[in-house]
């Protein structure tokens, strides 16, 4: 199979560009300051590379995830299958995110980050809070008055409804649109090429990115904020191992870390890229050709999962507003903590699956639990070091509800999970 072998190859090529990227960020931060550091380094070559390569993934983010949820919504045939599979999916994710919350807020009390904190010694990165959004008019504002004005301003929510409307439509109008749904089919393998193309800069690209944000933060910024990075880092694995694991072992009988073994590129592309629509191609392929998933359900759930399912945002958001209330000297009520987990989860729903949207949702959690918006300023100059980990797991969410629905469906390729594709590559 030489051409997995090649795909392999990619993958250990994009962990290879992100550790060197790290090593590399974290010894040109120690450069004397200078424009060899600064212009030519830093706001140079890393940010032109990663740009580049950022861009090249985010051109066919708006096209996969419409073409693939109108493929995705009329190739389960009947209206019946889409509603139970469309209601599982969203079941999974509301579920597990709150679920993913509570875990943050746990971790949050148990390693306490921002108790005796003095809130001085800690450099503030300006931040100018935006206004949050009302849950209702979030909700809304889902229906594009204009489906193209959407397309073009890659508004993923509306997008989505759109998406999934027209696949309906198509579904129910059948036979009279065979031709539609041919030509939908093979956008989507247009597509497929594009991201494929694409992903062969993706090595590159990783190493550009994560080189540039350690070039930037060093490792030192991390130390005073540690330990509310530590808890969410703790929070995000206790996820992954116990709920994911869970689920996957009961429902599916499977390894988590035999299911992390396989999806781990696509995880490398959301760490490095903090964008949950920049792993979204890569998720896809790896999701239905490395793990066995339904082709035709994770054409539905993953574009759906990369914009409303954001289990590591949520955790995130959870820690976030423990510390910010510790380091305020604020009591986090149990009212309070059952406020943080509705509004996160409806928080997370909105975030844009983009690089620092969950810092800027936050606010709107914090302010409908009526804890300090400025709070945000004391977390945000590192968010990209909590967004890099919240965005793995983001991803993760959405690959394992498509893989356990699929099983649900009877719709899940054994053979293709029990290859070892790594062992091929050699
Ligand atoms: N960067 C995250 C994502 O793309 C969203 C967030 O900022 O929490 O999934």
Same mark, same amino acid.
């Given at each position: ?31 004397? $300051? ?38 995705? $919504? ?12 469309? +209601? ?9 995110? *709150?679920?993913?919350?509570?875990? +943050? ?8 980050? #921002? ?27 889902m229906v594009p008055r204009n489906p193209i004005q959407a397309l073009a301003e890659g508004n993923m929510l509306q997008i989505i409804v759109f998406a999934i409307l027209t696949g309906i439509a198509l579904t129910v109008i059948g036979d009279k649109g065979k031709k539609v749904l041919g030509l939908f089919e093979e956008l989507n393998e247009l597509v497929m090429q594009l991201v494929a193309m694409v992903m062969k800069l993706a090595p590159i690209g990783v190493f550009a990115l994560v080189a540039r944000t350690f070039g930037?933060? #060093? ?6 904020? /540690? ?7 703790? *929070?995000?694995?206790?996820?992954? !191992? ?26 490398? !592309?959301?760490?490095?890229?903090? %964008?949950? *629509?920049? @792993? ?18 994770? @054409?539905? %759930?993953?574009?759906?999962?990369? =914009? ?24 986090? =009520?149990?009212?309070? $903590?059952?406020? !943080?987990?509705?509004? $996160? ?7 844009? /699956?983009?690089?620092?949207? /969950? *810092? ?14 400025? #709070?945000?300023?004391?977390?945000? /100059? ?6 890099? #980990? ?22 899940? &390729?054994?053979?293709?999970? &029990? ?8």
């Open positions: 199979m030489a051409k997995e072998g090649k795909k392999m190859g990619l993958a250990i090529k994009v962990l290879l560009g992100l550790l060197v990227g790290a090593v590399v960020g974290i010894i040109v931060h120690y450069l004397p $300051a200078g424009s060899l550091r600064d212009a030519v380094l830093i706001d140079g070559i890393f940010q032109f590379v990663g740009q580049v390569f950022l861009r090249s993934i985010m051109m066919c983010v708006v096209p996969l995830v419409f073409v693939s949820l109108v493929n995705g $919504a009329a190739s389960m045939g009947d209206i019946k299958k889409l509603g139970r599979v469309g +209601g599982k999916t969203l079941g999974f994710y509301l579920a597990t995110t *709150a679920v993913a919350i509570v875990i +943050g807020l746990v971790m949050a009390f148990i390693i306490s980050p #921002g108790i005796g904190l003095d809130m001085g010694a800690i450099d503030q990165v300006e931040y100018a809070a935006k206004e949050a959004t009302p849950i209702a008019q979030v909700l809304y504002e930037q933060l #060093g490792i030192d910024v991390i130390i005073p904020l /540690g330990k509310s990075v530590f808890a969410v880092y703790v *929070a995000l694995a206790l996820h992954l !191992i116990f709920v994911y694991g869970g689920l996957l072992r009961v429902l599916g009988g499977m390894s988590i870390f035999k299911y992390v073994k396989k999806l781990y590129p696509a995880m490398l !592309i959301a760490f490095s890229t903090a %964008s949950s *629509a920049a @792993a979204l191609p890569a998720n896809m392929d790896i999701t239905v050709n490395k793990i066995g998933a339904s082709k035709d359900i994770a @054409a539905f %759930s993953l574009p759906l999962g990369n =914009t409303i399912n954001m289990d590591g945002t949520a955790i995130y958001q959870g820690v976030a507003a423990v510390f910010i209330a510790q380091a305020y000297g604020i009591d986090v =009520t149990l009212n309070m $903590a059952l406020m !943080i987990v509705l509004s $996160a989860t409806l928080a997370s729903i909105g975030t844009a /699956g983009v690089s620092g949207a /969950g *810092a800027i949702m936050l606010s709107m959690v914090l302010t409908t639990v009526g804890l300090p918006i400025e #709070g945000v300023g004391l977390i945000f /100059g590192i968010d990209r070091i909590y967004d890099m #980990g919240r965005t793995a797991m983001n991803i993760t969410g959405d690959s394992v509800c498509t893989t356990i629905i699929s099983r649900q469906e009877g719709e899940f &390729n054994e053979e293709i999970w &029990n290859t070892d594709f790594a062992k091929e590559t050699v």
